[in-house]
């Protein structure tokens, strides 16, 4: 059933023919257009958002602060924010490459690909219960193009009969068809096609049933037998359409394009005992059935790669990092990547979805030139004399929810005293104690809720920051590795407090905060101890330390 | 913006009642409507349209023929013989005479509910959310739409507790906000009855757990003055309601309950949940869900529901009248639900099996045509015969008895989500 928005808009001016036309032509035109490809990354980024706010007349806000920066830069690649050392030493240095190098270096180092792990396992694992981690862990480290990732996870890698490995995208999701094909498609695409399983999509005309059921005729043949999943050779997905027509679907990808296939026969009855008996011998002996010699799953990896349908594929990872990186994608909701859903920058998004088919795949040049460009270090702050412009120019910073990871990670390094990772420190040791920090962390992470798009901060994570053992116990503690006991056993209050605002906000302390904080103390200055613990609870609280701003 | 209104203290109660209100309404911050709300009079009346509702979730699937839809005399009919209600021609199970004498002054049976799913977990799941899952979108639950729709922004009390306490059928209940976000999701009871981290912690004074929660936002403040994000103004409501919240522990501690009231309810653990619910709604809590489990009754169906239709029909009958009694059934609608009914056929154990094609909900209080009966099924209880309703239409009605619009959309992302399908209609017959 059709909904009545969907009639207004195809009758509006979304459905004008003339509309259409006049935006295909847009793109083609654009995509003649593009800056050359050799232009660095971030150049391009910035080149487009500024001709956009040139347009627009929306003046930028001005670049953030070294701190800021840094801050920013860390949770996004390392997940953490710095210690005290490293907020001190970025901020004095005056090396005009810092920024570069800083990328350069965070990049280089295991947390980067420790932290990738997390994000891309989260994404891509998210209702399933189960994760991808080790293999991520692997494929990120040797920066294996995301392509072959998208293969592996899709059709499996070679040499893993336990399905132990990429596989498990698939395996996890096996049980349910639907969901496989409407994750696939969200994630590997940016294409949510499940409006169209019960009707034509109400929002794209082109998208109809017919859409839907051939993307799931993909994945249909996909069986799961005690812990593994095999494929058949044979099958169709029938349908009722919406006059109650019944109908066999073919193999079809988003663009509507059909794949012929190898004839395939449904066997007969013995046959199919058969079949099932020797699926049962499988089950029981805990063997994997061999492999299809005809692979549907395999014929969406070539046709999502071909070249001409390949944009679906490179447009939806550069929005997906994109809006990870930005706080928003170029396209809203991120799932939502069809011809009717304009982006806020075409041309910035053909040129990186080009870059990316040039450049093999290659995540970390997109992630390194997004960090490096001046519209990921703007400020977060907006003064409120000219009217704040849109969130979709990218003129301002998003302030964006830390991920559980970042969060348990970073409260847990914020709460480290300094010493502990003192700059004396071996890179190997320091790296292991930032790695015992993000399994400490993991526990509070565990109870906090993974943010999407507009997420809501819970009351039940508020109660467990103001009232839970757990908190008090790993935050709050005593010990000589601990914050609040450096602070209470340092004399002078200034530098306590200097000290504290270092460790747990990562820049210089403002004046309001200190007089606001030596009130604080002073009232308790009966029980320094208590009033340190109190102290740091607060700012750990604080919507400083919950986002990245 | 509900949070955006900033009152002094002595006026949040009067405030609440407002919003409660003009729930529903665009709402500017007119303060002339603000101030002539300060009347008691019209303050008192207002509290009154506060919409709450109270889900007893009979989970594992009760049997229509042992409590709202019997059969007596039938080869399915089983033991129990039917009764007579308040209302003249309707019969419900024996196992029921206290619900069979109120039925008359509180509650609307629907006894054509066909909603086609024996499986416990999706079933339990589209009685959750009122619709089929759907792989793409996390719909929320009826607790979370409720707490959206009827809850306060900067309520001191919870807006969605659920208890569960049985182990059975429990990952089935779902408590899910879905897209509406964690800010509308459950307080969930599995163990006790208390929510957890609603008690200060000992090592604290009251005092500096206040002051430090001052000093948190004052720090919060300063750095949210130059920065516009949604998600940061959710954070810093959620500290802000705490202190509310922990105030509320109280409504959890029984012992604050004279004992002749909670004689009058009985010892069970459902029988204090629902007491303790009754607190909740009383407080202003729009949600609350008491889960009664295991109704599932493969073997000895008979057995199972002496116990627990007898147990339900005490309690849900104490909550009615005390509801009534406090003038607080007009505004609070208490809904039985399960995931499906049960076979009529008598399978070899003595037991009734899955069965969704003819089962039966009651809604009682607001809202509600009382002594209403909507639906039938055939003289064996196979099918239905008349007035075939499914999830969506229970919860359309549900939505209609608290005057929310049934058909208003949330919007995810650039997709239109009706509260129900498209197209589903609410059973009148059942509304006042």
């Known amino acids: 059933m059709r909904s009545p928005l969907s009639k207004k808009l195809r009758g509006g001016w979304l459905g004008n023919p003339m509309f259409a036309l006049a935006m295909v032509l847009a793109q083609a035109c654009a995509a003649d257009e593009l800056l050359p490809p050799d232009k660095p990354v971030e150049e391009a980024i910035d080149h487009y958002l500024d001709v956009r706010l040139a347009k627009d007349g929306v003046t930028a806000a001005a670049q953030a602060n070294d701190a800021n920066l840094l801050r920013r830069t860390m949770l996004d690649l390392v997940g953490r924010i710095p210690t005290a050392a490293e907020a001190k030493a970025f901020v004095a240095s005056t090396d005009p490459g810092k920024r570069v190098a800083l990328v350069d270096r965070l990049m280089a180092s295991p947390a980067y690909v420790r932290q990738q792990t997390a994000e891309l396992d989260a994404i891509l694992m998210r209702g399933t219960n189960q994760s991808l981690k080790e293999y991520l862990a692997t494929s990120l480290e040797k920066n294996v193009p995301w392509d072959q990732m998208f293969r592996e996870m899709v059709v499996g890698q070679e040499g893993d009969a336990e399905q132990k490995g990429a596989i498990k995208f698939v395996r996890s999701r096996a049980k349910d068809t639907d969901k496989l094909t409407t994750d696939a498609g969200v994630l590997f695409f940016g294409v949510n096609v499940s409006c169209a399983k019960c009707h034509d999509h109400p929002l794209v005309p082109t998208w109809t049933q017919e859409h839907y059921f051939g993307m799931k005729s993909f994945f249909s043949r996909t069986y799961d037998v005690g812990e593994f999943i095999g494929e058949k050779e044979y099958g169709i997905v029938n349908y009722k359409t919406v006059q109650g027509e019944s109908k066999d679907s073919r193999l079809m990808f988003l663009t509507g394009e059909v794949l012929t296939e190898p004839e395939s026969k449904e066997p007969d009855d013995n046959a199919k005992k058969e079949e099932k008996k020797k699926l049962e011998e499988l089950k029981k002996g805990k063997q994997a059935p061999p492999a299809a010699t005809y692979s549907r799953r395999a014929r969406l990896v070539e046709i999502g790669l071909k070249?001409?349908?390949?944009?679906?594929?490179?447009?939806?990872?550069?929005?997906?990092?994109?809006?990870?990186?930005?706080?928003?994608?170029?396209?809203?909701?991120?799932?939502?990547?069809?011809?009717?859903?304009?982006?806020?920058?075409?041309?910035?998004?053909?040129?990186?979805?080009?870059?990316?088919?040039?450049?093999?795949?290659?995540?970390?040049?997109?992630?390194?030139?997004?960090?490096?460009?001046?519209?990921?270090?703007?400020?977060?702050?907006?003064?409120?004399?000219?009217?704040?412009?849109?969130?979709?120019?990218?003129?301002?910073?998003?302030?964006?929810?830390?991920?559980?990871?970042?969060?348990?990670?970073?409260?847990?390094?914020?709460?480290?005293?300094?010493?502990?990772?003192?700059?004396?420190?071996?890179?190997?040791?320091?790296?292991?104690?930032?790695?015992?920090?993000?399994?400490?962390?993991?526990?509070?992470?565990?109870?906090?809720e993974y943010p999407g798009d507009d997420f809501q901060v819970s009351v039940d994570e508020a109660l467990l920051f103001s009232n839970s053992d757990k908190v008090k116990n790993e935050l709050l503690r005593d010990g000589k590795e601990m914050l609040s006991t450096k602070l209470t056993e340092t004399k002078e209050r200034r530098e306590a407090m200097d000290t504290a605002i270092w460790n747990i906000y990562s820049r210089p302390p403002a004046d309001e905060e200190l007089q606001a904080l030596e009130q604080f103390l002073h009232k308790h200055e009966d029980q320094p101890a208590q009033a340190w613990k109190q102290a740091i609870w607060a700012m750990l609280t604080s919507g400083e330390c919950r986002f990245n701003y | 913006m509900q949070s955006e209104i900033r009152n002094p203290k002595s006026e949040i109660a009067s405030r609440r009642m407002f919003l409660g209100a003009a729930a529903g309404l665009t709402f500017a911050a007119d303060m002339t409507v603000l101030n002539a709300l300060k009347s008691p009079v019209l303050a008192n009346e207002l509290k009154k349209n506060d919409k709450r509702v109270i889900l007893l979730w009979l989970a594992g699937g009760a049997s229509?023929?042992?409590?709202?839809?019997?059969?007596?005399?039938?080869?399915?009919?089983?033991?129990?013989?039917?009764?007579?209600?308040?209302?003249?021609?309707?019969?419900?199970?024996?196992?029921?005479?206290?619900?069979?004498?109120?039925?008359?002054?509180?509650?609307?049976?629907?006894?054509?509910?066909?909603?086609?799913?024996?499986?416990?977990?999706?079933?339990?799941?589209?009685?959750?959310?009122?619709?089929?899952?759907?792989?793409?979108?996390?719909?929320?639950?009826?607790?979370?739409?409720?707490?959206?729709?009827?809850?306060?922004?900067?309520?001191?009390?919870?807006?969605?507790?659920?208890?569960?306490?049985?182990?059975?059928?429990?990952?089935?209940?779902?408590?899910?906000?879905?897209?509406?976000?964690?800010?509308?999701?459950?307080?969930?009871?599995?163990?006790?009855?208390?929510?957890?981290?609603?008690?200060?912690?000992?090592?604290?004074?009251?005092?500096?757990?206040?002051?430090?929660?001052?000093?948190?936002?004052?720090?919060?403040?300063?750095?949210?003055?130059?920065?516009?994000?949604?998600?940061?103004?959710?954070?810093?409501?959620?500290?802000?309601?705490?202190?509310?919240?922990?105030?509320?522990?109280?409504?959890?501690?029984?012992?604050?309950?004279?004992?002749?009231?909670?004689?009058?309810?009985?010892?069970?653990?459902?029988?204090?949940?629902?007491?303790?619910?009754?607190?909740?709604?009383?407080a202003g809590v729009p949600f609350v869900k008491v889960s009664?489990?295991?109704?599932?009754?493969?073997?000895?169906?008979?057995?199972?529901?002496?116990?627990?239709?007898?147990?339900?029909?005490?309690?849900?009958?104490?909550?009615?009248?005390?509801?009534?009694?406090?003038?607080?059934?007009?505004?609070?609608?208490?809904?039985?639900?399960?995931?499906?009914?049960?076979?009529?056929?008598?399978?070899?154990?003595?037991?009734?099996?899955?069965?969704?094609?003819?089962?039966?909900?009651?809604?009682?209080?607001?809202?509600?045509?009382?002594?209403?009966?909507?639906?039938?099924?055939?003289?064996?209880?196979?099918?239905?015969?008349?007035g075939k309703v499914g999830a969506a239409q229970i919860f359309a009605t549900i939505f209609q008895a608290l005057g929310i619009d049934h058909q208003k959309n949330y919007h995810v992302g650039s997709r239109p989500l009706p509260l129900t399908d498209p197209g589903t209609q609410p059973i009148r017959e059942v509304l006042a």
């Open chain 2, 292 to 386: 009664r489990a295991w109704w599932d009754s493969h073997g000895q169906n008979f057995e199972t529901h002496l116990e627990l239709a007898t147990e339900l029909d005490h309690v849900m009958s104490t909550l009615l009248d005390d509801l009534q009694e406090r003038g607080l059934l007009d505004h609070t609608l208490v809904i039985t639900l399960s995931e499906f009914g049960r076979t009529p056929q008598i399978n070899a154990s003595l037991g009734r099996d899955h069965f969704a094609s003819a089962w039966s909900v009651t809604l009682s209080g607001c809202g509600i045509k009382r002594g209403s009966v909507h639906g039938k099924s055939d003289e064996a209880g196979n099918t239905v015969i008349e």
């Open chain 2, 64 to 282: 229509q023929l042992e409590t709202f839809d019997p059969k007596p005399g039938r080869p399915t009919g089983g033991p129990f013989k039917a009764i007579q209600t308040s209302v003249p021609g309707v019969q419900i199970c024996e196992l029921l005479p206290k619900l069979a004498d109120r039925i008359g002054k509180y509650t609307a049976i629907i006894r054509g509910v066909d909603t086609g799913n024996g499986d416990h977990g999706s079933a339990a799941r589209m009685m959750h959310l009122g619709r089929r899952d759907e792989p793409s979108i996390k719909y929320p639950d009826l607790g979370a739409v409720i707490a959206r729709e009827l809850g306060k922004a900067d309520s001191q009390v919870p807006d969605y507790v659920s208890f569960y306490t049985a182990t059975e059928g429990r990952g089935n209940a779902i408590s899910q906000s879905g897209f509406l976000g964690a800010r509308y999701g459950a307080m969930f009871l599995t163990e006790g009855n208390s929510p957890p981290n609603l008690r200060r912690l000992e090592e604290i004074t009251d005092l500096d757990h206040q002051e430090r929660a001052d000093l948190r936002k004052l720090l919060s403040d300063r750095f949210a003055r130059s920065r516009q994000s949604a998600s940061l103004s959710s954070h810093n409501e959620a500290y802000s309601r705490v202190r509310g919240l922990m105030a509320s522990e109280k409504l959890f501690d029984l012992s604050q309950e004279p004992t002749p009231m909670r004689d009058k309810y009985g010892p069970t653990l459902f029988a204090e949940q629902c007491l303790i619910a009754r607190r909740l709604v009383e």
């Open chain 1, 307 to 448: 070249e001409g349908t390949q944009p679906y594929f490179a447009r939806a990872i550069v929005n997906q990092l994109w809006n990870r990186l930005m706080g928003r994608g170029m396209v809203m909701p991120l799932d939502q990547m069809h011809d009717q859903n304009v982006p806020s920058h075409p041309e910035l998004l053909a040129w990186l979805a080009r870059d990316m088919q040039t450049h093999k795949y290659d995540l970390r040049r997109l992630i390194r030139g997004i960090a490096l460009s001046k519209a990921y270090s703007r400020t977060s702050e907006w003064d409120g004399s000219k009217e704040r412009p849109s969130d979709e120019l990218f003129a301002i910073a998003i302030v964006r929810p830390l991920t559980p990871w970042q969060y348990g990670t970073s409260l847990r390094v914020a709460v480290a005293s300094p010493e502990y990772f003192s700059s004396d420190l071996k890179e190997d040791e320091f790296d292991n104690r930032v790695k015992q920090m993000e399994g400490a962390g993991r526990n509070i992470a565990g109870s906090l």
